[in-house]
């Protein structure tokens, strides 16, 4: 009875153990095979599908753009008005500009665009996906020798980079418009003298960090997403669960990818 407890310990931890690497194995496949076939493409073996991407960047993208606005619009406004009290302790308010453009650049603005589109689109493409392995769909494809890794997976992937690296941009923009909305306005300090600092402060590598970590998640959202939907199994309840999965797995390795990135541009000294 006293091994009962810490068998049924290890029995699971082996079982999550087992789920991630069937993950991580699963996705990186995944990847690889929607790489070759982008490859082929760009060779001109194949045809790339322009208006399927056209089509996936408009329903991924276009539509997530209001809420990314909305929600680093108010990220911005969150950090002015947090910072503004310590700062004003020294005299530092126009510091508000110098902090906002870097954490934003660097860090909040992929990341928060990322998390955004994860809930507003990674969860349709594992849905959509699923739906169409439920109702036999991608077995008519292969019935008639078409890959559904290229017409399926492929525009989805090169749609969520394109979308998330120009969400970004927004975002970056978005967020220090607010900030700066906010700083000038209420905590006296002038346009000029924020303008002033914010381009001082930031630097070409500020800007080229945040994208490198905006296409390496946005990948890292369609294949989870595309993953999560073509393995679905079980029906209504299986595309469910791949929807969920997909959030949450998402949004987990953003986070810890965001933390290794920042570690290794610390130590090349790119921060």
């Known amino acids: 009875m006293s091994w009962a407890l810490p068998r049924r310990l290890i029995a699971e931890l082996g079982r999550r153990t087992l789920g991630m690497l069937s993950i991580v194995g699963g996705t990186t496949l995944l990847a690889v095979n929607t790489m070759t076939w982008l490859f082929r ?8 599908g322009r208006q399927a991407i056209s089509a996936q960047i408009v329903r991924i993208g276009t539509r997530s753009i209001g809420i990314v606005l909305v929600v680093s619009g108010c990220i911005g406004l969150i950090l002015a008005m947090a910072m503004f009290p310590p700062l004003e302790q020294f005299g530092q308010q126009a510091s508000i500009a110098n902090i906002v453009a870097i954490a934003i650049t660097r860090e909040l603005g992929p990341m928060i665009s990322a998390i955004v589109l994860t809930g507003f689109a990674g969860a349709s493409i594992a849905a959509e996906l699923g739906t169409m392995v439920v109702g036999e769909e991608i077995e008519a494809l292969e019935s008639h020798a078409l890959n559904p890794i290229r017409f399926l997976v492929l525009p989805r992937l090169i749609a969520t980079v394109v979308s998330l690296l120009v969400l970004t941009v927004m ?4 967020a220090i418009l607010a900030s700066a909305i906010v700083t000038t306005t209420a905590f006296g300090v002038s346009w000029q003298v924020y303008i002033d600092n914010t381009l001082t402060e930031l630097s070409t590598m500020d800007f080229m960090t945040g994208m490198i970590k905006a296409a390496t998640f946005a990948t890292m959202l369609a294949g989870l997403a595309c993953y999560n939907g073509l393995k679905v199994s079980g029906g209504a309840a299986g595309v469910g669960k791949a929807t969920t999965d997909t959030v949450v797995q ?4 953003v986070i810890i990818v965001d933390m290794l990135y920042t570690a290794v541009f610390l130590q090349l000294g790119w921060t």
Do not use: E, P, W, Y
Not at 41 to 48: A, K, P, T
Not at 171 to 174: F, K, P
């Open 171 to 174: 975002a970056d923009i978005m």
């Open 41 to 48: 493409s760009l060779r001109g073996d194949v045809r790339l």
């Open 250 to 253: 998402t949004i987990v390795s």
